[in-house]
């Protein structure tokens, strides 16, 4: 069994803040690159951030300077500040566990975030 399950989705005004978690079970947590992924209706699927299991945050550029990924592996558990959020943050945004190739990943079920003008 493998599990990631977000959270902390939901409506925000532009300007405005939100925070997302994702977390894990059946993984050793520890071990996983962790990523934040988004899709927005007719998109494709676009990368947010990532953090390695040693802490090293990288974010996409379109985020860089509003987000911030984070880790707590004693909870098993990613998140994802959102700061500054923009109409064009809005989409579905997902978390991703990775351990050295596509053999080893897995998606959570996503969480809506929706940024009103």
């Known amino acids: 069994q493998v599990k990631l399950v977000e959270s902390g989705g939901g409506l925000v005004q532009a300007g405005g803040s939100l925070r997302l978690s994702c977390t894990a079970s059946?993984?050793?947590?520890?071990?996983?690159?962790m990523r934040w992924h988004r899709q927005a209706p007719g998109k494709q699927r676009e990368f947010i951030a990532s953090?390695?299991?040693?802490?090293?945050?990288n974010y996409g550029d379109s985020v860089k300077g509003r987000f911030t990924i984070s880790r707590d592996n004693a909870k098993n558990t990613v998140y994802l500040q959102m700061d500054s959020l923009k109409p064009e943050d809005t989409a579905v945004y997902y978390c991703?566990?990775?351990?050295?190739?596509?053999?080893?990943?897995?998606w959570g079920q996503g969480t809506q975030v929706t940024v009103s003008s």
């Open positions: 059946g993984i050793g947590f520890s071990a996983y690159t």
């Open positions: 953090i390695s299991r040693g802490g090293s945050p």
């Open positions: 991703n566990a990775n351990f050295l190739s596509s053999r080893n990943e897995y």
